[in-house]
C-alpha cells in the first residue's frame, strides 16, 4: 500500500465528493493509464475501489470522486465523513482492468452519475491523441452532474453531450440515434459505459440490439449484485494443477475462502466478482460463471473464472495454480 495525503476535498455535487491524492514524501505517484482504478483503505475493515479520473500524464496526484450512497454498506459514508484535507491514507498502485483499445478509429463513451470518472480520465487522453470520440454524460439533472463546468470548459467540450432526466428526454429514442449513426460492423469502433447495473445493462442491450458485437462493449462495474448462497449449490473438488493440491469446496464456502484457509494467496480486490483481479486460468471441468466482469462470449470459452464467486457445474474443476 502507497501512503498518500489529502490535498483536497471538494463538493462536485451534493452527494458527490472529489479527493485529490499526493505522495506524503512530494514525489510523483506511480504513472497510470485512462480506465485504472485504486483499492482505497477507508479503515481497518473496508477497502474500496475507485477510478482515477484525471489525465494519466498527470501523475504527480491521484483523482477520485465518491458518491454518498444511501445504500452503503459503510464505504462511501465513511469516506464522506472522515477523510478531511491533510489526512494520510493508504492506497494500493493504480491497476488497470477498463483499458482503452488504442487500435481504434471511433470510440463512444456513455456516462452514468458517478461512472463518469473513469470515462472522464478516457476522454482526456483520447482528446491529446487526437482521436474521433463522443461523451455522453446521462445524470438526473444539471444539480447532480458532476463536472458540469469542467467539461463545459475542457477542449473537448464539443465532444461532449448532456442528458438530464428532467428535461424529459425521450432516453430510448436518444440513444438508439446515437448508437445508429455509428457502424456496428466497424470492428475499430469501440463503446465504453460506467455508471449504475441497470444503466451499463440498458446501454448494452441497445447496442447489440442494433447489431454490436460484444468485443466491442465495454464497461467498468462499481457494484456487483448481493451474492446469494443457493441451495441447489454442490461441493466439488478443485485441483491445482501446478501445485499437485486438491479440495473439496464445500457448497457453503467460496473457493477463495477455501484457498485463503489453506494459505494460498490469490490477487484479489472486490470479492464480489466485480473487478476481475482474481480471474484464474481453467485447464478442464466447466465453470458456473456468477461474476460480473466476463462477457458473455468470454464465460461461453470456460477457460478462466472468478474464484472469489464462481463455482463448478462439473464434480470436479481444475485450475492453473
Not at 62 to 90: C, E, W
Not at 107 to 135: C, H, K, R, Y
Not at 248 to 264: F, G, N, Q, R, S
Request: proline content about 4%; charged content about 25%; hydrophobic content about 35%.
Amino acid at each position: 500500500m502507497l501512503e498518500v495525503t489529502i490535498l483536497s476535498k471538494t463538493h462536485e455535487t451534493a452527494d458527490i465528493m472529489s479527493y485529490e491524492l499526493a505522495s506524503t514524501d512530494g514525489s510523483a505517484l506511480p504513472a497510470f493509464e485512462a480506465g485504472s482504478h485504486i483499492d482505497v483503505k477507508v479503515n481497518e475493515k473496508i477497502l474500496r475501489q475507485y477510478s482515477l479520473y484525471n489525465a494519466p500524464k498527470d501523475h504527480q496526484t491521484y483523482k477520485i470522486a465518491v458518491l454518498k450512497d444511501p445504500n452503503s454498506r459503510g464505504g462511501s459514508l465513511a469516506v464522506h465523513d472522515t477523510f478531511n484535507v491533510g489526512d494520510t491514507i493508504q492506497i494500493s498502485a493504480p491497476r488497470n482492468l477498463f483499458p482503452l483499445k488504442h487500435n481504434t478509429n471511433r470510440t463512444v463513451l456513455f456516462a452514468g452519475g458517478i461512472g463518469i470518472t473513469p470515462l472522464l480520465s478516457m476522454a482526456q487522453v483520447l482528446d491529446e491523441q487526437g482521436n474521433d470520440f463522443e461523451l455522453h454524460y446521462f445524470t438526473r439533472s444539471k444539480a447532480n452532474t458532476a463536472f458540469f463546468e469542467e467539461l463545459n470548459q475542457s477542449p473537448f467540450a464539443s465532444n461532449v453531450f448532456f442528458h438530464f432526466n428532467d428535461q424529459n428526454t425521450d432516453k430510448d429514442r436518444v440513444l438508439k440515434h446515437i448508437l445508429d449513426q455509428e457502424n456496428p460492423s466497424n470492428k475499430t469502433a469501440h463503446l465504453y459505459t460506467c455508471g449504475p447495473n441497470g444503466f451499463m445493462d440498458y446501454i448494452f442491450d441497445t447496442a447489440r440490439s442494433l447489431g454490436w458485437k460484444d468485443d466491442n462493449l465495454h464497461k467498468e462495474v462499481f457494484n456487483a449484485e448481493p451474492i446469494v448462497l443457493d441451495e441447489s449449490d454442490k461441493s466439488f473438488t478443485l485441483n491445482l494443477v501446478r501445485s499437485g493440491i486438491s479440495f473439496d469446496i464445500p457448497a457453503d464456502k467460496t473457493v477463495l475462502e477455501v484457498l485463503e484457509a489453506a494459505d494460498i494467496e490469490l490477487d484479489t480486490s472486490c470479492e464480489q466478482g466485480v473487478c476481475g483481479s482474481c480471474i484464474t486460468k481453467v485447464i478442464s471441468g466447466t465453470p458456473d460463471h456468477r461474476d460480473q466482469f466476463l462477457t458473455d462470449s468470454e464465460k461461453s470459452l470456460n477457460n478462466q473464472f472468478t474464484p472469489c464467486c464462481s463455482r463448478s457445474l462439473t464434480d470436479s474443476l481444475s485450475i492453473d495454480l
